[in-house]
């Protein structure tokens, strides 16, 4: 199993700036994918930005250039740098792990954070 703690979300003015952490605990071997997610209301959850195997990152087309992904391996953490943040941007956002298991792969999501952009 593996426990994903997330912080770091709020309340912001559009054009400010939040940092999202999330630290992983527990058997936290075999990741493929460790990053986050969003989803807005009466939305599907889709991604924001992940590391992949190979330390590849990807990012959702609407948060390049604003949004950053970053780890530290020694802290089994990864942050979510989001600047000039839009009113679009207000979500619930979750940090995702998947994790490679024999035959196949588990997903894991935290209890998620809530980001809110507004004047």
């Known amino acids: 199993q593996v426990q994903l703690v997330e912080s770091g979300g709020g309340l912001v003015q559009p054009g400010g700036s939040l940092r999202l952490s999330c630290a992983a605990s527990g058997n936290i071997r075999n990741i493929y994918v460790m990053g986050w997610y969003r989803q807005a209301p009466e939305k599907q959850r889709n991604l924001v930005a992940v590391f992949t195997t190979g330390s590849t990152t990807n990012y959702e087309d609407s948060v390049k250039g604003r949004f950053t992904i970053s780890r530290d391996n020694a802290k089994n953490t990864v942050y979510l740098q989001m600047n000039s943040l839009k009113p679009e941007d207000t979500a619930v956002y979750y940090c995702?792990?998947?994790?490679?298991?024999?035959?196949?792969?588990?997903?894991?999501w935290g209890q998620g954070t809530q980001v809110t952009v507004s004047s």
């Open positions: 995702y792990v998947q994790q490679g298991v024999l035959l196949g792969h588990k997903d894991y």
